[in-house]
């Protein structure tokens, strides 16, 4: 089994330590590099292509906001999931615009991390409903304006899998949703990554929404969290 590689970025040494040693206790997961300031976060993704980038809010030189824009640049196959003392409405908005999988405060018990980066990696959403119900609303194209259609449009089942993804159903409960195999669904979840030139879930439903696609009663904020 390939291990996923995860970058760390925090500009606290004893933060990133102790992350590390949370992670690295399981088999299926290798920390490949650290990072403590913004810039040095971008360059090092750029560099290492890790699966999963654990990224604060507030870093020196480039905070982590912008810091995952320029992830999102330099590697949009990169999930990053956030890891902040920081829960204000502001931050969370604009991290996930910027193209964040997750958001995950740093009083998360350690079992929730090591879920957390299972779950962005494998394309997944890590995000309250109530919260993603609030950053959906903002991405609406009656506020931003519809984005122009993609080169290649989803297909009928497709969007049926991204409306379900959208309402926080996972790989399995999709699949019987639709009756079809998780290696299915994993498939039609990876051309659509594809065809939007998005990393996460998260991202692909914004693109739904601003695009007209999806409305907001296919997403989250209707459906409980899942494991």
């Not at 320029?70 to 409405?89: F, M, R, S």
């Not at 449009?153 to 991204?162: N, Q, W």
Request: aromatic content about 4%; proline content about 5%; some cysteine.
């Amino acid at each position: 089994m390939t291990p996923i590689r995860i970058l760390l970025a925090d500009d606290h040494i004893m933060v990133r330590e102790g992350t590390r040693r949370i992670l690295e206790r399981e088999p299926d997961l290798c920390v490949v590099a650290e990072a403590g300031d913004g810039r040095e976060t971008v360059a090092l993704v750029e560099q290492e292509r890790p699966d999963v980038a654990i990224v604060d809010i507030s870093m020196p030189v480039m905070n982590g906001i912008e810091a995952t824009k320029g992830i999102k640049k330099v590697a949009p196959e990169t999930a990053v999931l956030v890891l902040t003392a920081y829960d204000d409405d502001q931050y969370v908005f604009a991290i996930l615009e910027a193209g964040a999988a997750g958001f995950l405060l740093k009083n998360a018990r350690g079992s929730e991390l090591i879920d957390a980066v299972r779950r962005v990696n494998s394309g997944e959403s890590v995000l309250h409903p109530a919260i993603a119900k609030k950053v959906l609303r903002r991405v609406m194209p009656s506020e931003f304006g519809a984005e122009a259609p993609a080169n290649e449009p989803l297909t009928e089942r497709e969007l049926d899998v991204l409306r379900l993804a959208g309402r926080g159903l996972s790989n399995r409960q999709i699949a019987e949703e639709l009756v079809l195999s998780p290696r299915t669904i994993q498939a039609h979840m990876a051309n659509i990554f594809g065809k939007l030139h998005v990393g996460s879930r998260t991202e692909a439903v914004m693109v739904g929404l601003r695009r007209g696609w999806l409305a907001l009663t296919d997403t989250i904020g209707d459906t409980p969290p899942t494991d």
